[in-house]
């Protein structure tokens, strides 16, 4: 299940995303994303995710860290989606960036006040969603 998504990220780089910056949750992606791509790994958490039920909260902090880092340009979430009781299938999930957002026409519709601080509170929301759903 873990090496599919290493092998996804893999064909990822290999193509268009060499000098993209990494993230990994887990042990087991975080280890194999060390040995070929650890100058690309600026980050990883691991200390107790997947041995209990993972909760929003833990998808919060987990993204107040990643935005503590850098402000990323785009966000790609990889992750394992179920097919079958035998059978995964990795799918990347690009999370909305700040200016998809603030071009969306929906947004305007809804008539969003309080400027640059309600958007970073917006972007922050939905990544934390993004990896509590993946």
Same mark, same amino acid.
């Given at each position: 299940?873990?090496? $599919?998504?290493?092998?996804? &990220?893999? !064909?990822?780089?290999? @193509?268009?995303? =060499?000098? =993209? $910056? /990494? /993230? !990994?949750?887990?042990?087991? /992606?975080?280890?194999? *994303? =060390?040995?070929?791509?650890?100058?690309? %790994?600026?980050? !990883?958490?691991?200390?107790?995710?997947? @041995?209990?039920?993972?909760?929003?909260?833990? !998808? +919060?902090n987990i993204t107040a860290e990643i935005l503590k880092m850098e402000?990323?340009?785009?966000?790609?979430?990889?992750?394992?989606?179920?097919?079958?009781?035998? +059978?995964?299938? @990795?799918?990347? &999930?690009?999370?909305?960036? #700040?200016?998809?957002?603030?071009? $969306? #026409?929906? %947004? =305007?519709?809804?008539? /969003?006040?309080?400027?640059? #601080? @309600? &958007?970073?509170? %917006? *972007? #922050?929301?939905? %990544? +934390?969603?993004?990896i509590y759903w993946a």
């Amino acid at each position: 299940i873990h090496s $599919s998504i290493f092998r996804t &990220m893999r !064909a990822r780089f290999q @193509t268009d995303s =060499a000098n =993209a $910056s /990494v /993230v !990994a949750i887990g042990d087991k /992606v975080r280890s194999q *994303l =060390a040995r070929m791509y650890g100058t690309n %790994l600026v980050g !990883a958490f691991t200390g107790g995710l997947g @041995t209990s039920i993972p909760t929003f909260n833990d !998808a +919060a902090n987990i993204t107040a860290e990643i935005l503590k880092m850098e402000k990323p340009d785009q966000i790609t979430i990889f992750y394992n989606q179920f097919k079958s009781v035998i +059978a995964y299938e @990795t799918v990347p &999930m690009v999370v909305p960036s #700040e200016d998809s957002i603030k071009g $969306s #026409e929906t %947004l =305007a519709f809804y008539g /969003v006040e309080g400027g640059d #601080e @309600t &958007m970073d509170n %917006l *972007l #922050e929301y939905n %990544l +934390a969603n993004s990896i509590y759903w993946a």
